[in-house]
C-alpha cells in the first residue's frame, strides 16, 4: 500500500506540472462537479445509469418525490387517492411550468406514462409500470391510473420525471430536454454539460449566494479528478474514488469531505442448487468466517457500515435483522456438522469464488479467500472483466460471486431476489432460492394497500432471508462527497442524490 501511495503521489506531482496553466476559471455562481462517466441520457424514461439519474434529478420533478424514509411525499402532485386497489388518482399543483413555460398539465402526465408503456418507446423501465392497463387525463389536474393488478410499489416508481407531451410523444432526447425540474438544460461545450437555474415558479427562487449554474465534466481517471480538486479546477466530486485516495485528499486543507451510508448494499452471493452450498450449515458457516470488521477497516479506510438486509435502517420497511458476528470456531463446528471434516491438509472442500478485475473487488475476495481457507474452506478466485463475469452471474455459472445492490429504495426489492418466479432471466434470484412461505408472503405485500400490513411482511421476508442465510451481507457502502473552497453547504444524501445543491452556497 505504501508503494501505491508513493505511486500516486509521483504521479499528481507530475501532473500538477502539466496542468498548471489549463485551469479555467468558473463563472458567478458556477459549480463544477467532476464525473468519473458520461452522462448517457437527459431523458428520464431510458435512464438506466447512475450518472444519467443523478443529473435528471436536478432537471425533472415526478408526481412524487421519496423522503430520507423513502416515503412518497408530494411533488407535481397535490394529493391523490386510491379509491380501490386497481386506481389511483392524482390531483396536480396549479402552479408549475415547463422550462419552456409551458404548464404542466394533467396530458403531459398521461403522455409521458403512456410513452413509457408503449412497446415502441422501448423503455427499459416500461416493466416497472407493467400493472398499469391504462392512463387518463380528466381536465388540467386530475390523472386516473387503472391498474392490471395491485401493485403496493407503483407510487414509489411515480418519482420518474415528468415531460411534455409533445416531447414524450418522441424518442430518446439524449443530448437535450424540456423538464420542469429546479435547473434547465443549457447545452454542451468543450467544458461539459451545463444546467442553468431555471427560476420557475413551484421551484423556488434561487437565494443570493445559492448555486446559479452546474457544469458537469467528466474525468475518468480518480488521481486526475483528485488533482483538480486540489487545485481547485472543479468544485466537487460524489464517490468513485478508491479509498486509498482519501488519505491524501483529507491533508489537503481546502477541501472538505463528508460521508455517510449509502442504499449501495455489498453481498456474497451463493448458488443454493451447488452440492455443498444447498445445505444452510455450510452458507451460514461461510458467512461466520468472514471477519467485516477487519475487512472495512484494512480495505476501505473503515468508511462502509456494516448491514445486515438490503434496505438501510432508515428505510420505513426495514427489519432489524440481528448481526452475524465473526466466529471461526463454530463456523468450523457447522462444517462438522455438515459432514464436511477436514482431510489431513486440513481442507474440507473448494469453491470457486468469481469477481471482477476491479481491484478493489479483488483484493477484497482474495482477503474473503484467505479466511475461509482458515476455517478448512479453500478457495479459487476467478477474477473476470466486468461484461465476463456479470454474463455468467446472470447464467447462474457460479459458486460464490461478490456484487452490490446500487440505489435501492423499493421493498419490492424482495420480491426481485427471493421470490421463486425470479428466477434469471426473469428476475435476479440468482441463487435459485425457493421458499413457498415467502413467495406467499411477497405477493401478500405487493397487493396489500395497508402501510402497516406491508412492515409486518416484508419484517417477515427479511427474517426468514436471514435464517435461510441466502446472502452473506457485508456493508452499506459510503457516500463521499469531496468539495473545494466555493462550494459550501452541501449534506451528502444515502442514495448520492445531488440534490443537496439546492441548499449549497458557492462563494465567488
Not at 428520464?44 to 447512475?50: L, Y
Not at 415531460?163 to 434547465?184: D, E, K, M, Y
Not at 454539460?193 to 443570493?208: F, K, N
Not at 479509498?243 to 449501495?264: D, N, V
Amino acid at each position: 500500500m505504501d508503494t501505491l501511495i508513493r505511486s500516486f503521489l509521483l504521479v499528481l506531482l507530475v501532473l500538477t506540472g502539466l496542468s498548471a496553466c489549463s485551469q479555467q476559471k468558473a463563472e458567478q455562481g458556477e459549480v463544477r462537479i467532476a464525473l468519473a462517466q458520461q452522462v448517457m441520457t437527459l431523458d428520464p424514461r431510458f435512464s438506466t445509469d447512475a450518472a444519467s439519474h443523478r443529473v435528471q434529478e436536478l432537471v425533472h420533478r415526478g408526481l412524487v418525490h421519496l423522503d430520507e424514509h423513502f416515503e412518497a411525499q408530494p411533488d407535481l402532485a397535490e394529493s391523490w387517492t386510491q379509491p380501490d386497489p386497481l386506481t389511483w388518482r392524482f390531483h396536480l399543483r396549479a402552479d408549475l411550468s415547463f422550462h419552456n413555460d409551458s404548464p404542466v398539465t394533467a396530458a403531459d402526465v398521461a403522455a409521458t406514462l403512456q410513452s413509457i408503456l408503449d412497446p415502441a418507446t422501448a423503455s427499459p423501465l416500461r416493466a416497472g409500470f407493467s400493472a398499469i392497463e391504462s392512463v387518463q387525463a380528466e381536465g388540467q389536474r386530475d390523472v386516473v391510473l387503472h391498474l392490471l393488478r395491485p401493485d403496493a410499489s407503483l407510487l414509489t416508481r411515480l418519482s420518474i420525471g415528468v415531460l411534455p407531451a409533445s416531447v414524450a410523444a418522441l424518442g430518446n432526447q439524449s443530448q437535450t430536454i424540456t423538464g420542469c425540474g429546479a435547473f434547465r438544460v443549457a447545452g454542451r461545450d468543450g467544458r461539459g454539460l451545463l444546467l442553468e437555474r431555471a427560476g420557475r415558479p413551484g421551484v423556488g427562487q434561487a437565494s443570493p449566494g445559492a448555486v446559479q449554474s452546474i457544469r458537469f465534466i467528466v474525468v475518468k481517471d480518480p488521481v486526475t479528478r483528485c488533482l483538480k480538486l486540489a487545485r481547485g479546477e472543479v468544485d466537487f466530486t460524489e464517490n468513485d474514488l478508491p479509498p486509498h485516495l482519501l488519505g491524501y485528499l483529507k491533508k489537503q486543507k481546502q477541501l472538505t469531505i463528508a460521508t455517510r451510508p449509502s442504499t449501495t448494499f455489498a453481498y456474497l452471493g451463493m448458488n443454493l442448487q451447488d452440492e455443498r452450498l444447498k445445505d444452510v450449515r455450510v452458507r451460514r458457516a461461510l458467512a461466520m468466517g468472514v471477519d467485516r470488521e477487519r475487512l472495512k477497516n484494512a480495505l476501505y479506510a473503515g468508511l462502509p457500515v456494516l448491514g445486515e438486509t438490503v434496505l438501510t435502517p432508515t428505510h420505513w420497511a426495514s427489519a432489524a435483522i440481528p448481526a452475524i458476528a465473526y466466529d471461526p470456531e463454530q463456523a468450523a463446528a457447522l462444517l462438522d456438522g455438515a459432514g464436511f471434516k477436514p482431510d489431513a491438509n486440513g481442507v474440507r472442500f473448494s469453491l470457486n469464488y468469481r469477481t471482477s478485475t476491479d481491484p478493489a473487488r479483488l483484493r477484497m475476495a482474495s482477503a474473503i479467500a484467505d479466511m475461509w481457507r482458515r476455517i478448512g474452506v479453500d478457495v479459487k478466485v476467478e477474477s473476470l472483466e466486468w461484461g465476463g463475469f456479470y454474463a455468467r452471474i446472470k447464467q447462474g455459472d457460479f459458486q460464490v460471486f461478490s456484487l452490490a445492490w446500487v440505489g435501492i429504495v423499493d421493498p419490492d426489492i424482495y420480491r426481485w431476489i427471493l421470490h421463486s418466479s425470479m428466477w434469471p432471466p426473469k428476475g435476479a434470484n440468482r441463487g435459485r432460492y425457493a421458499n413457498k412461505q415467502v413467495d406467499a408472503w411477497l405477493d401478500e405485500a405487493a397487493a396489500s394497500q395497508s402501510r402497516e400490513e406491508q412492515k409486518d411482511l416484508y419484517a417477515r421476508i427479511q427474517h426468514q432471508m436471514a435464517e435461510d442465510q441466502v446472502y452473506i451481507p457485508l456493508w452499506y457502502e459510503p457516500v463521499i462527497a469531496v468539495s473545494g473552497l466555493r462550494l459550501q453547504g452541501f449534506s451528502p444524501a444515502p442514495d448520492g442524490s445531488l440534490l443537496g445543491l439546492l441548499q449549497a452556497r458557492v462563494k465567488n
